[in-house]
């Protein structure tokens, strides 16, 4: 599954720090021949919704807040 997260947010960097918290993901950018997509991730959907993946996707959200980079003009 894609998520488009607000363009300040950098993928890569949100991919870095969710690997440190044992959380799966792939940067978009990575499935870019041209460098776009730089604030999409891609997740797996494959197993049921329990309270582990609960807790990693409110873990990524706190992590999208420190993956912030400034927007340049």
């Given at each position: 599954?894609?998520?488009?997260?607000?363009?300040?947010v950098?993928?890569?960097?949100?991919?870095?720090?969710?690997?440190?918290?044992?959380?799966?993901?792939?940067?978009?950018?990575?499935?870019?021949?041209?460098?776009?997509?730089?604030?999409?991730?891609?997740?797996?959907?494959?197993?049921?919704?329990d309270?582990?993946?609960?807790?990693?996707?409110?873990?990524?959200?706190?992590?999208?807040?420190?993956?912030?980079?400034?927007?340049?003009?």
């Open positions: 599954m894609w998520f488009e997260l607000p363009k300040n950098d993928a890569l960097k949100l991919y870095r720090l969710a690997a440190l918290q044992n959380i799966s993901i792939l940067p978009g950018l990575i499935f870019s021949a041209s460098g776009q997509f730089t604030n999409y991730v891609r997740m797996s959907c494959g197993f049921p919704l309270d582990s993946i609960d807790n990693a996707l409110r873990t990524l959200g706190t992590l999208c807040g420190t993956a912030v980079t400034p927007l340049v003009s």
